[in-house]
Every structure is written in C-alpha cells, then in structure tokens.
Nanobody, 116 residues
Framework: QVMLVESGGGLVQAGGSLRLSCAASRSISRFTTMGWYRQPPGKQRELVAS???????NYVDSVKGRFTISRDNAKNMIWLQMNSLKPDDTAVYYCKAVLSALLLYWGQGTQVTVSS
C-alpha cells in the first residue's frame, strides 16, 4: 500500500504558473509509471502527463510545450511544472502510481483554478 499526497494547487491568472508536487509514502522506484491526471468540472478524468521508471515521458497534446513532468526516485516524489496556464486547465489534478496492471494508486487531488 502507498499513499500519494498532492500539493501546490491554487488560484492563478491565465498565463501564470504553478508547480504541483506528489509525495509518496514509500519508495517509488518500483512503480513502472507515475503520472498526473486531471478532471475538469463535469468532465471525465484524463491523462495529463506520465513518466516511466526509465524516464520515458508522455504528454496530452493540449499541454505539450507548457507542462513538464519530473520524477525523483530518491525523494519519492514527482512534480508537474505548469506554465502559460489557461482557463481550460482548470481541474482537480490527481497523482497516479502504477505498480502493475492490477496495482495502482491515486492521490486525493489538488484543485487548480485558472482565471481569465
């Protein structure tokens, strides 16, 4: 079992930046993939960015060039640097850790609100 705790959300004006953090309660080195998802109001949860244990990174098209995901196994943390934020980025952002197809974990989420 692992607990994931997100932080860093908040209210920001369009064009601003936020850095989300996800802290794991134990070592993340064995997690094959860690990532950030978001759920806008009234919409389904979607993948924002993911990073594998060997450093392979994937972004949803809408955030490419603006968001950067990073991972530090020694600190048991991942981050999402979000720049040039848009109102459409408003959502609850969740951290996800995947150990296997049957073992995956979610954080409780952190709210990001971007005002126009």
């Amino acid at each position: 079992q692992v607990m994931l705790v997100e932080s860093g959300g908040g209210l920001v004006q369009a064009g601003g930046s936020l850095r989300l953090s996800c802290a794991a309660s134990r070592s993340i080195s064995r997690f094959t993939t860690m990532g950030w998802y978001r759920q806008p109001p009234g919409k389904q949860r979607e993948l924002v960015a993911s990073i594998t244990s060997n450093g392979s990174i994937n972004y949803v098209d809408s955030v490419k060039g603006r968001f950067t995901i990073s991972r530090d196994n020694a600190k048991n943390m991942i981050w999402l640097q979000m720049n040039s934020l848009k109102p459409d980025d408003t959502a609850v952002y969740y951290c996800k850790a995947v150990l296997s197809a049957l073992l995956l974990y979610w954080g409780q989420g952190t709210q990001v609100t971007v005002s126009s």
